[in-house]
């Protein structure tokens, strides 16, 4: 089933757009707090169209991931209660118990590792601010570990170029099905542990 591929050349076709940044702003402070669909997915074409412009975009994508975070935060401190049942009957659940756990054994190291890796940062983001976590090492965290993946995407995507893009189109059934695998295989060993 070819569903990654169509999405990967639409998202081509919008990332040439002159307002590209602005939405991939805008797709990235919604993901850190509730939006399902990671900032990668614009970023990556973005810095292939514009390979002169991929730092700029990498930075965009990190500011504006970051404020979401914090206002992913914000709902956590204020306002849980109110996503509570929301949140248990879908399926970031398990993430978010998952976070719990996490803040727990590892505090800062939880938010950097959600962060960087494809594990939902938004639930991580909910949890700190449910649990208090103080703020400037939650802030410190969310920069290191967003602007650390942000800014390898474009550098891989700079230095890659149209032959990058070749490859990724050729790939991208493939790696968005893995990912999706790589996602329940983590849920799956994570609810049975």
Do not use: C
Request: glycine letters at 8%; charged letters at 10%; aromatic letters at 16%.
């Amino acid at each position: 089933m070819k569903i990654f591929s169509a999405l990967y050349q639409r998202t081509m076709q919008w990332a040439r757009l002159p307002n590209a940044p602005r939405y991939l702003g805008l797709l990235s402070f919604a993901e850190s707090s509730f939006f399902p669909i990671p900032p990668d997915v614009m970023l990556a074409p973005m810095s292939l169209a514009s390979p002169d412009r991929a730092w700029r975009f990498a930075f965009i994508t990190t500011v504006t991931s970051v404020l979401g975070g914090l206002f992913g935060y914000m709902i956590g401190a204020i306002a849980f209660d109110i996503i509570a049942s929301p949140l248990k009957a879908s399926s970031y659940w398990a993430y978010y118990q998952m976070a719990v756990i996490w803040f727990g054994d590892w505090g800062f190291w939880a938010i950097f590792v959600a962060g960087f890796s494809p594990i939902p940062y938004k639930v991580f983001t909910i949890a700190a601010g449910t649990l208090s976590m103080a703020l400037l090492p939650f802030t410190l965290a969310s920069v290191i570990g967003r602007g650390s993946r942000f800014f390898l995407v474009a550098g891989l995507m700079k230095w890659g170029g149209a032959r990058m893009e070749a490859r990724l189109h050729h790939y991208v059934d493939r790696i968005g099905w893995a990912t999706v695998l790589l996602v329940l295989i983590a849920v799956l060993v994570k609810t049975h542990l």
